[in-house]
């Protein structure tokens, strides 16, 4: 089902190396690869002379060191997190220490919705739940530094926090984990939602900035018309859960060995999860039956 999304894998940028991706923007990749991370956490320098970072990286003392010798020489003066990933949050105590900078985000780390009985967040240990930001954001936001200005959108989904950034009159947008190039977008429950994730992606898509910089990964160049076929992709894959319990009842394990062909062994839980979040969906909107909230072990049979 990927397939139907043409994605861009194609990323040799080096790690600790500084190097501009669009006009007053460079990249610093964090030396963190990983299944969901891809060849790293990209962190972004905004701006000349006074500065702005969004998205700090992962807590390794080696991309902190890359960071603050890529502005060697300039004023940190704003720190921005589009969410609260700890390979997106983790540098940031060691970055406030040497640079004295505020910190920008939409708010501190929670679930999209509360626990069930007995429910436990199989993603807790990623959450930053000790960040609490310096400014919170509202959607619409607009922050000015020297020579740029960033405002916020709202982008909840991926995280309940989750939030992109506009940088004013260069048609790019900093998009977090909400768009990749190179993969689709993990919306685990209660971290995030599925319903949530789909009227962010339509809000982004309906606006002209093409040219969008990932949390991992290179560039989405055309931003509206891939957002376009992610949004399609989701529905696609609803559509294949639907085929799937049209065979009878089945469990979440069950669904996933269905749907979701080669699957590397290694993201089996998140596509576990990731169907949880159609699901919860699914379940709200009346398509879908289970005995009581949406669960990982329950059972799901068409309406």
Avoid: K
């Amino acid at each position: 089902m990927a397939d139907d999304i043409p994605f861009d894998r194609r990323f040799d940028a080096v790690p600790g190396v500084a190097e501009t991706v669009a006009p007053g923007v460079r990249r610093v990749l964090a030396p963190n690869p990983g299944p969901f991370t891809f060849t790293g956490t990209c962190s972004y320098i905004v701006g000349e002379g006074e500065v702005a970072i969004v998205d700090p990286g992962p807590d390794e003392p080696a991309h902190v060191a890359a960071l603050l010798e890529a502005v060697r020489g300039e004023r940190v003066t704003h720190i921005f997190l589009t969410h609260t990933h700890r390979d997106h949050s983790g540098a940031l105590d060691a970055l406030r220490q040497a640079t004295g900078a505020p910190t920008y985000a939409e708010g501190p780390h929670r679930p999209a919705r509360a626990l069930h009985g007995g429910e436990t967040n199989a993603l807790d240990a990623a959450g930053d739940r000790h960040f609490f930001p310096d400014v919170a954001l509202a959607d619409g936001a607009r922050i000015e530094g020297a020579g740029w200005a960033l405002a916020a959108l709202a982008t909840p989904g991926h995280t309940a926090n989750h939030m992109a950034f506009v940088l004013e009159g260069e048609d790019v947008i900093f998009v977090g984990d909400h768009v990749m190039a190179w993969s689709t977008s993990i919306v685990a429950p209660p971290d995030g939602s599925m319903s949530d994730y789909m009227d962010s992606l339509r809000r982004l898509g309906e606006r002209p900035e093409r040219f969008y910089l990932p949390g991992h990964g290179g560039p989405v160049r055309e931003g509206p018309a891939f957002v376009a076929r992610y949004l399609r992709h989701r529905v696609a894959r609803e559509q294949a859960i639907m085929r799937a319990l049209a065979r009878g009842p089945m469990a979440i394990p069950e669904i996933v060995r269905a749907i979701y062909i080669g699957l590397d062994p290694r993201l089996v839980g998140a596509a576990g999860l990731s169907t949880l979040a159609h699901l919860e969906d699914l379940v709200g909107r009346g398509e879908v039956l289970t005995e009581g909230p949406a669960a990982l072990e329950g059972t799901y049979s068409l309406a």
